[in-house]
Structures are given as structure tokens and as C-alpha cells.
């Protein structure tokens, strides 16, 4: 037999021997190969087996260790699992259970501090050097620990082969001398053996534990000192740090390479633009990105000084040369030739708007126990609560789009189509600003649901969008002004729940058409993520890539979205874009951020150079004159933290007006009853306006199969009525726009204002305002809307 190693290997030692280990009752006892490592007992059936072939292992970290006899002993895990054992001897099997016991005992205490470590938040290490002293401190403790519990399994384990040896000592004093006398001997000295073995592994561990205590003692207590000491400095300079960085790099840029007008310490630094102050506030929370550096695809550099003297100097150069010498800007040129300015009339308001609404109560709510029942789910037919929400539907959040309706105004003054693809750029990004802080969730409004926004006397426009679909979702927009344009727009939802994150993404076109030129303006939205659903506070970030088409003149505009990164040395939520002609030939250089700003800079001269891009070609330079600003976002009203962060227009969007359409939002009343603060009362209104919906359109269902059942089996003639794609309900489409196209609905429903058809700018299916709704309000006569609340 090979003889085993040391009896009571320290921790973290292997142990191995031979037992004798029950098969069954025709081979019983069989010797096989042990071997105990890390607190996992295995065996083989040879030494040589070791390299390829485990027999079986189990885990001492819960199994159970019971002594049968002299020399047998059990070893189960609960039953799964059950080693009936025999060694060659009492001393032999005595040590297996020492070296067992101290095994064990280690497993348990290594299992207890990985789930200790699970529960707790770890930060991240600080550096190469910290983390490595930060080891050391560990492992120390860990070993001492460790010592300490090998003393306290020793003492036991002293204890009970002490109290073994004063029995069998006790019995020798008893005995009369004889034969029995020799074997009581034998005994006596495999006990004083068993408490020798003992005895030594614990005054080994105490030599170990009293060498590590004076040569650590001191240095791991300064260490750990120290290391708690510079995680507090990491953790309160880090986001100082980056931001210094951020700032430095903005500097040195716009000293060397970016137009003087950017310089101006007023615009220089967003901490100093009004309605920025809290976006330090927001930073401590928001969810940190790997450190990455979002390429620019082109360079700026200032234009040689020659361009900045008379237009002389310059040949081909149109018109709106003017707007670069640095005193007129685009819109004061354009309005500056047209008699008919707003700057020369002055506007008086037919109404005063409110300017509060009831502040947002403090409800709490557990969001996981409402998202863990959306897993796996379409977001768009989970019913939510109004906790979600704010206090206006989708519909009025679409008509947001015109907070900023002025650069249209301007641009449809515009005597250049390039210089007026820059306002419509403005105004794409300008619809995103009132996004940054509303993470509230609109109401999704109901089929057939209205909503008028009528500002013809104050701003010279009106707008009207309709439900027109229920799932998919999807609104319709139509909005027009006496400056001279229309927008309209057909969007609808596709979101994705990925349980860290949302991803909400528009699906359909935006069309803008101006009436004096007749240039017609098409895009479509960028990616809205909704960041920290679960945990964390909530931030939104939009990313993606723009591209503006002038489908008359083949202008067009391409604007890049950066996504947010903490680490990233530009400016956050950062929009570029380039406007140039249908050769291709940049114009126009546009810079800003979508929740602050864009500046427009007109290029007279490109060239490839500067450096390589991450894809290793060269990047395109431009030399700019100074920068226009062409939109500045207005600062959000008094207050608005506590109105879910409404800006001057969406604070009167629900106000209660007369003459709306019955189908209006703002008549909806589970959203009034939310913006007064009544939430539970709202709650329950919101189902029974949902449910009130579904029994709408299981009617209409039935209606569609009993008309379509008398004419089943006969084949449509031409001219027909176009079959809806999933009811195969008779439903006529007509629109002047275009062809009509099926409905793609899941019912028959056919919308009040609106007419299907199939666009031909984009082709892509799309509803387009058939008119009639002014009309209608005009008359007072609502006959003909529907009962949808």
C-alpha cells in the first residue's frame, strides 16, 4: 500500500491514499485510489487513471462525514451520492477524517464567502497598482482566516480524541493484569498516537497563523487604509477628471482648427447655456459606456481670409453670401427682403395660455413586478399603469414637432434651396429637444382619437393628427401655415425591450412641402432609447443617421446622431451634417447638439486630407466661414421639474378647449384625471376605456364577416372594392395622392380625416388628410365621430 502524505495537510493541500470503498454485494470492499484537493473528494481505480479517467467525485462542502466503526467511516452528499469506506486501520482511517474534516470545513467557509460576494456591489478596480495591493490585503485576510478556522476545527477535534483517551485510560486503570492487559495497551497507544497527530497540525497552524499575524499585522491594516482612502478620491474625481479632459480637447480644438466665432466664452461651454444647469446633476447617475472616440467624418478649418472680404473677391458665390460677413445672419437676410417679415408685424395672442398645470404627485410603484409579467410580450399591448406616464398622448407629443415652427417660417422665405435645406436640418433636430428630460411615457391614444392644435391667429398655423391604427400603433399628422408650407406625417412604433434598455424606433416619412418654390423635403426619425429601465435613474439618448432629400433639386442633407458616451472627448448628445447639391458638392457644414443648439458655416472650399478615418480612408476638410446660429432652444418655464418637465407649448397642449372634435385627447378622461393628480381613479378609467376599445373592434370584426360572407366565392371585378389584408373586409380607399393600397390593419376600421393610399414620393403606404375637419368644426357638427370615450 502507498503511503499517504502528511495526515492533516494544510489548506489547499492535496491528500491521497488508499481505501477501500463498497461496489456492491457480489465484489464488496474493492481498493481504489483517493484523492481530496480544494474540498472535492475523488477516486480513480489506479494512480495511473489520474491523468484521464475520474471514477467519481463529491463535493465536502455539503456532504456528511459519520464514523461507523474502528475502521469504517461514510462519507453522502443527501443521498444523491453515498461512499461506504475502509481504511487498513484505526490510525489510518482517523487521519482520512482529520484531513476530511479540515476540508470540509474550508469548502463551507469558501462557498459562504462567493455568495457573500455576490450579494455585495464591488467597485471597480482603480488601477494596475491599487488592485494589486488590494489582492494582497485579500488574500492575507483570507489565509488568516483560513488559520483561524483550522484552530477551531482542531480544538474539536482535541476535545473529542481527548475525551476518548481519558475513557480508554480510565478502562486500563480497571482492568486486572492478564492477557487482556496487552491489548488495552495497544489502545491506549493508538489514542496517545491520534491526539499527537492532533496535536501537531494545530501547533503547525498556530506557528503559520503567529508568523503571517507579525509580519502583516501592521502592513495589510495601512494597506487596506489606503486603498479605501484612494477609492473615495477615484470615485469623487473621476467624473471631474473626464469632464476637464471633455473641455481641454473642446478648447484646444476650436483654438486651432474651428471658425472664431466659436471662441465666444458665452457659447463656448454648455455649462453656461440657460437650461443646462442640471445636466451635472443627471451625470452622477447615468449609465457609464466604454471609453471610445466617435470619429468625425469631415474637418473644419477656417476659410483663407480672402473670403471674408468683398464678394468681389469671389466668383460664383449666389445671394446668401450675405449671411457670412458677419453681421447679417440667415434669417435676417432673408426676412430683411421680404416686406412681409414677422418682425414687422406684431402678433397679439387671441387667448392667454396657461403657463402650470397641478404638480407630478410622488407615487411610489415596483417596476419589476410590472415588467416581469412583459417579458417575451409587445410593449405596445402590455397594459401599463399611469405611474408610467405624463399627462398627454401620443398624438399631442407628435404635434411637440412644431415647437420650433419659426424656422419653417424662415425657411420658406429663403430665396436658395441649400440655404433652406439648412432651416428644415434645424428643424429636424429642434423636434428632439424636448425630449431630453421627459421620460414619461405618452398615453397611447385610442382608434380613432383626435387632436387639433389650432394656432392660426397666434402663429399662423394648424395641425391635426388621428389614430389611425391601433397595432400596429400608428398616428397621422397634417399640419399647415399661411407662411407658405405643409407637414405631414405618418408614424408609427417598433420598440424593443431589451430589460437594461428600450429601444423605440419611428417607422414612416416626414414631408415637408414649400408652396413658393415647390420644394418638397422628406426624412425620416432616429433611434429614442430609454436607458435604466430597471435599475438606475432614467436618461434618453438618440442616435442614428438622417438623411434629408429635396426631391425637386436633389439637395440633400445628412445628419449624424452621435450616442452618448461619458468617456467620448466631444460634446454629448452631438448632431453633424453636411448639406450638398445633386453633384454632390458640400455647401453648408451644420454642428450642435439636439438638446441645445445647431450653427450652420458655409463651405468655400473642400479638399481629402487631415487624418485617416477609422476605416483608413482620408477625411474630408472643409474650409468654413463663421458660424450662424440657426436654433437655440428656449429655456424650459419655471418649475417644469415638477410638471413632468413640459416646455411653454406642451403646458397648454391639454388645456380644456371649446369646439375640439368629442374625440380630442384633450377630452380624454383618464388624462385629465391624471394631470389633476388623481391617479388611482385615472387607473381605473384607463381600463375601461381599453376595455370599451376591444369591444369596438370585436364588433366591427363581426359587422366585416357578415358583409363579407353573401359575396364569398365570387371573384371581384375590376374596379372593385380592395380587400383589407387581415380582416378580407370590403374597404374603398381613395386619396388624391396617390393609388389606393390595402388597409394592413387588423380590422376594418377606416379613418375620420384620413385617407390610405400608397405616396408617390417615397411609395411607401401612408395616410394622407382628405380635409374636412375645419370644416366641420367651423359648423359645430360632430354627428359623425365616433363614441370612443
Given at each position: 500500500?502507498?503511503?499517504?502524505?502528511?495526515?492533516?495537510?494544510?489548506?489547499?493541500?492535496?491528500?491521497?491514499?488508499?481505501?477501500?470503498?463498497?461496489?456492491?454485494?457480489?465484489?464488496?470492499?474493492?481498493?481504489?485510489?483517493?484523492?481530496?484537493?480544494?474540498?472535492?473528494?475523488?477516486?480513480?481505480?489506479?494512480?495511473?487513471?489520474?491523468?484521464?479517467?475520474?471514477?467519481?467525485?463529491?463535493?465536502?462542502?455539503?456532504?456528511?462525514?459519520?464514523?461507523?466503526?474502528?475502521?469504517?467511516?461514510?462519507?453522502?452528499?443527501?443521498?444523491?451520492?453515498?461512499?461506504?469506506?475502509?481504511?487498513?486501520?484505526?490510525?489510518?482511517?482517523?487521519?482520512?477524517?482529520?484531513?476530511?474534516?479540515?476540508?470540509?470545513?474550508?469548502?463551507?467557509?469558501?462557498?459562504?464567502?462567493?455568495?457573500?460576494?455576490?450579494?455585495?456591489?464591488?467597485?471597480?478596480?482603480?488601477?494596475?497598482?491599487?488592485?494589486?495591493?488590494?489582492?494582497?490585503?485579500?488574500?492575507?485576510?483570507?489565509?488568516?482566516?483560513?488559520?483561524?478556522?483550522?484552530?477551531?476545527?482542531?480544538?474539536?477535534?482535541?476535545?473529542?480524541?481527548?475525551?476518548?483517551?481519558?475513557?480508554?485510560?480510565?478502562?486500563?486503570?480497571?482492568?486486572?493484569?492478564?492477557?487482556?492487559?496487552?491489548?488495552?495497551?495497544?489502545?491506549?497507544?493508538?489514542?496517545?498516537?491520534?491526539?499527537?497527530?492532533?496535536?501537531?497540525?494545530?501547533?503547525?497552524?498556530?506557528?503559520?497563523?503567529?508568523?503571517?499575524?507579525?509580519?502583516?499585522?501592521?502592513?495589510?491594516?495601512?494597506?487596506?487604509?489606503?486603498?479605501?482612502?484612494?477609492?473615495?478620491?477615484?470615485?469623487?474625481?473621476?467624473?471631474?477628471?473626464?469632464?476637464?479632459?471633455?473641455?481641454?480637447?473642446?478648447?484646444?480644438?476650436?483654438?486651432?482648427?474651428?471658425?472664431?466665432?466659436?471662441?465666444?466664452?458665452?457659447?463656448?461651454?454648455?455649462?453656461?447655456?440657460?437650461?443646462?444647469?442640471?445636466?451635472?446633476?443627471?451625470?452622477?447617475?447615468?449609465?457609464?459606456?466604454?471609453?471610445?472616440?466617435?470619429?468625425?467624418?469631415?474637418?473644419?478649418?477656417?476659410?483663407?481670409?480672402?473670403?471674408?472680404?468683398?464678394?468681389?473677391?469671389?466668383?460664383?458665390?449666389?445671394?446668401?453670401?450675405?449671411?457670412?460677413?458677419?453681421?447679417?445672419?440667415?434669417?435676417?437676410?432673408?426676412?430683411?427682403?421680404?416686406?412681409?417679415?414677422?418682425?414687422?408685424?406684431?402678433?397679439?395672442?387671441?387667448?392667454?395660455?396657461?403657463?402650470?398645470?397641478?404638480?407630478?404627485?410622488?407615487?411610489?410603484?415596483?417596476?419589476?413586478?410590472?415588467?416581469?409579467?412583459?417579458?417575451?410580450?409587445?410593449?405596445?399591448?402590455?397594459?401599463?399603469?399611469?405611474?408610467?406616464?405624463?399627462?398627454?398622448s401620443m398624438l399631442q407629443r407628435l404635434s411637440?414637432?412644431?415647437?420650433?415652427?419659426?424656422?419653417?417660417?424662415?425657411?420658406?422665405?429663403?430665396?436658395?434651396?441649400?440655404?433652406?435645406?439648412?432651416?428644415?436640418?434645424?428643424?429636424?433636430?429642434?423636434?428632439?429637444?424636448?425630449?431630453?428630460?421627459?421620460?414619461?411615457?405618452?398615453?397611447?391614444?385610442?382608434?380613432?382619437?383626435?387632436?387639433?392644435?389650432?394656432?392660426?391667429?397666434?402663429?399662423?398655423?394648424?395641425?391635426?393628427?388621428?389614430?389611425?391604427?391601433?397595432?400596429?400603433?400608428?398616428?397621422?399628422?397634417?399640419?399647415?401655415?399661411?407662411?407658405?408650407?405643409?407637414?405631414?406625417?405618418?408614424?408609427?412604433?417598433?420598440?424593443?425591450?431589451?430589460?437594461?434598455?428600450?429601444?423605440?424606433?419611428?417607422?414612416?416619412?416626414?414631408?415637408?412641402?414649400?408652396?413658393?418654390?415647390?420644394?418638397?423635403?422628406t426624412w425620416k426619425k432616429v433611434t429614442t432609447?430609454?436607458?435604466?429601465?430597471?435599475?438606475?435613474?432614467?436618461?434618453?439618448?438618440?442616435?442614428?443617421?438622417?438623411?434629408?432629400?429635396?426631391?425637386?433639386?436633389?439637395?440633400?442633407?445628412?445628419?449624424?446622431?452621435?450616442?452618448?458616451?461619458?468617456?467620448?472627448?466631444?460634446?454629448?448628445?452631438?448632431?453633424?451634417?453636411?448639406?450638398?447639391?445633386?453633384?454632390?458638392?458640400?455647401?453648408?457644414?451644420?454642428?450642435?447638439?439636439?438638446?441645445?443648439?445647431?450653427?450652420?458655416?458655409?463651405?468655400?472650399?473642400?479638399?481629402?486630407?487631415?487624418?485617416?478615418?477609422?476605416?483608413?480612408?482620408?477625411?474630408?476638410?472643409?474650409?468654413?466661414?463663421?458660424?450662424?446660429?440657426?436654433?437655440?432652444?428656449?429655456?424650459?418655464?419655471?418649475?417644469?421639474?415638477?410638471?413632468?418637465?413640459?416646455?411653454?407649448?406642451?403646458?397648454?397642449?391639454?388645456?380644456?378647449?371649446?369646439?375640439?372634435?368629442?374625440?380630442?385627447?384633450?377630452?380624454?378622461?383618464?388624462?385629465?384625471?391624471?394631470?389633476?393628480?388623481?391617479?388611482?381613479?385615472?387607473?381605473?378609467?384607463?381600463?375601461?376605456?381599453?376595455?370599451?376599445?376591444?369591444?369596438?373592434?370585436?364588433?366591427?370584426?363581426?359587422?366585416?364577416?357578415?358583409?363579407?360572407?353573401?359575396?364569398?366565392?365570387?371573384?371581384?371585378?375590376?374596379?372593385?372594392?380592395?380587400?383589407?389584408?387581415?380582416?378580407?373586409?370590403?374597404?374603398?380607399?381613395?386619396?388624391?395622392?396617390?393609388?389606393?393600397?390595402?388597409s394592413g390593419h387588423q380590422d376594418s376600421y377606416?379613418?375620420?380625416?384620413?385617407?390610405?393610399?400608397?405616396?408617390?414620393?417615397?411609395?411607401?403606404?401612408?395616410?394622407?388628410?382628405?380635409?374636412?375637419?375645419?370644416?366641420?368644426?367651423?359648423?359645430?357638427?360632430?354627428?359623425?365621430?365616433?363614441?370612443?370615450?
Amino acid at each position: 500500500m502507498s503511503e499517504p502524505k502528511a495526515p492533516t495537510p494544510a489548506p489547499g493541500d492535496t491528500y491521497k491514499g488508499w481505501l477501500f470503498k463498497w461496489t456492491n454485494y457480489i465484489k464488496g470492499y474493492q481498493r481504489r485510489w483517493f484523492v481530496l484537493s480544494n474540498g472535492l473528494l475523488s477516486y480513480y481505480r489506479t494512480q495511473a487513471e489520474m491523468g484521464h479517467t475520474c471514477r467519481g467525485t463529491i463535493n465536502l462542502a455539503t456532504a456528511n462525514i459519520a464514523v461507523e466503526d474502528s475502521c469504517n467511516f461514510v462519507i453522502s452528499n443527501g443521498g444523491t451520492q453515498t461512499y461506504h469506506l475502509k481504511a487498513s486501520s484505526e490510525v489510518e482511517r482517523q487521519r482520512w477524517i482529520t484531513a476530511l474534516e479540515l476540508a470540509k470545513a474550508k469548502a463551507f467557509r469558501m462557498q459562504a464567502e462567493s455568495d457573500d460576494s455576490g450579494d455585495e456591489s464591488t467597485p471597480p478596480a482603480a488601477g494596475q497598482g491599487g488592485g494589486a495591493r488590494n489582492s494582497e490585503v485579500q488574500s492575507t485576510l483570507r489565509t488568516l482566516g483560513s488559520k483561524v478556522e483550522d484552530l477551531s476545527t482542531c480544538n474539536d477535534l482535541i476535545a473529542k480524541h481527548g475525551s476518548a483517551l481519558q475513557r480508554s485510560l480510565s478502562e486500563l486503570e480497571g482492568v486486572r493484569l492478564g492477557g487482556e492487559t496487552s491489548e488495552k495497551i495497544r489502545q491506549v497507544t493508538e489514542r496517545a498516537t491520534l491526539f499527537r497527530i492532533t496535536s501537531n497540525a494545530m501547533i503547525n497552524a498556530c506557528r503559520d497563523f503567529l508568523a503571517l499575524a507579525q509580519a502583516h499585522s501592521k502592513r495589510w491594516q495601512k494597506a487596506l487604509q489606503a486603498e479605501r482612502e484612494q477609492r473615495v478620491r477615484l470615485e469623487e474625481t473621476l467624473e471631474q477628471l473626464a469632464k476637464q479632459h471633455n473641455h481641454l480637447e473642446r478648447a484646444f480644438r476650436g483654438a486651432t482648427v474651428l471658425p472664431p466665432s466659436q471662441s465666444n466664452p458665452a457659447i463656448d461651454s454648455k455649462g453656461s447655456v440657460p437650461g443646462k444647469g442640471d445636466a451635472s446633476d443627471e451625470d452622477e447617475e447615468n449609465e457609464f459606456f466604454d471609453a471610445c472616440e466617435d470619429v468625425q467624418e469631415f474637418i473644419t478649418v477656417p476659410a483663407d481670409p480672402k473670403y471674408h472680404r468683398s464678394g468681389s473677391n469671389v466668383s460664383g458665390i449666389s445671394s446668401e453670401m450675405g449671411m457670412d460677413d458677419g453681421t447679417t445672419s440667415l434669417d435676417e437676410q432673408s426676412m430683411a427682403s421680404n416686406p412681409e417679415s414677422p418682425q414687422s408685424q406684431e402678433v397679439v395672442p387671441v387667448r392667454k395660455r396657461r403657463t402650470r398645470i397641478p404638480d407630478k404627485p410622488n407615487y411610489s410603484l415596483n417596476l419589476w413586478s410590472i415588467m416581469k409579467n412583459c417579458i417575451g410580450k409587445e410593449l405596445s399591448k402590455i397594459p401599463m399603469p399611469v405611474n408610467f406616464n405624463e399627462p398627454l398622448s401620443m398624438l399631442q407629443r407628435l404635434s411637440e414637432d412644431l415647437e420650433y415652427y419659426e424656422l419653417l417660417d424662415r425657411g420658406a422665405k429663403c430665396q436658395s434651396s441649400l440655404e433652406q435645406m439648412c432651416y428644415v436640418a434645424a428643424f429636424t433636430v429642434s423636434s428632439y429637444s424636448t425630449t431630453v428630460h421627459r421620460t414619461g411615457k405618452p398615453f397611447n391614444p385610442l382608434l380613432g382619437e383626435t387632436f387639433e392644435l389650432d394656432r392660426l391667429q397666434e402663429s399662423g398655423y394648424r395641425s391635426l393628427c388621428e389614430q389611425v391604427s391601433h397595432h400596429p400603433p400608428a398616428a397621422a399628422h397634417h399640419a399647415i401655415s399661411e407662411r407658405g408650407w405643409t407637414l405631414r406625417q405618418e408614424i408609427a412604433l417598433a420598440s424593443k425591450f431589451r430589460g437594461k434598455y428600450l429601444s423605440i424606433m419611428p417607422l414612416g416619412s416626414i414631408h415637408c412641402i414649400f408652396e413658393k418654390s415647390n420644394n418638397h423635403y422628406t426624412w425620416k426619425k432616429v433611434t429614442t432609447t430609454v436607458h435604466n429601465i430597471i435599475v438606475g435613474k432614467l436618461w434618453i439618448d438618440q442616435s442614428g443617421e438622417i438623411d434629408i432629400v429635396n426631391h425637386r433639386t436633389g439637395d440633400r442633407c445628412h445628419l449624424k446622431f452621435a450616442p452618448y458616451s461619458y468617456f467620448s472627448r466631444d460634446v454629448a448628445r452631438k448632431v453633424t451634417g453636411v448639406v450638398t447639391d445633386k453633384d454632390g458638392k458640400a455647401h453648408y457644414v451644420l454642428s450642435g447638439t439636439w438638446d441645445e443648439k445647431m450653427e450652420c458655416s458655409r463651405v468655400m472650399q473642400s479638399s481629402r486630407g487631415g487624418e485617416n478615418g477609422a476605416d483608413g480612408r482620408q477625411k474630408t476638410v472643409y474650409q468654413t466661414l463663421k458660424a450662424k446660429e440657426l436654433w437655440r432652444k428656449t429655456p424650459l418655464p419655471e418649475g417644469a421639474e415638477n410638471m413632468y418637465y413640459f416646455s411653454t407649448l406642451a403646458l397648454t397642449l391639454n388645456e380644456p378647449e371649446e369646439g375640439v372634435a368629442p374625440t380630442d385627447s384633450r377630452k380624454r378622461p383618464d388624462q385629465r384625471l391624471m394631470e389633476q393628480g388623481r391617479w388611482e381613479e385615472a387607473n381605473a378609467e384607463k381600463q375601461r376605456l381599453e376595455e370599451k376599445q376591444r369591444t369596438a373592434r370585436r364588433e366591427r370584426e363581426r359587422e366585416a364577416n357578415r358583409s363579407a360572407n353573401p359575396e364569398e366565392g365570387k371573384e371581384p371585378a375590376d374596379g372593385a372594392l380592395i380587400e383589407d389584408s387581415i380582416s378580407d373586409s370590403p374597404l374603398k380607399m381613395e386619396g388624391p395622392y396617390g393609388a389606393p393600397v390595402k388597409s394592413g390593419h387588423q380590422d376594418s376600421y377606416k379613418a375620420m380625416w384620413f385617407d390610405r393610399c400608397v405616396d408617390p414620393m417615397t411609395g411607401e403606404p401612408t395616410h394622407i388628410y382628405r380635409g374636412g375637419y375645419w370644416e366641420t368644426k367651423e359648423q359645430g357638427n360632430w354627428d359623425s365621430c365616433p363614441d370612443i370615450f
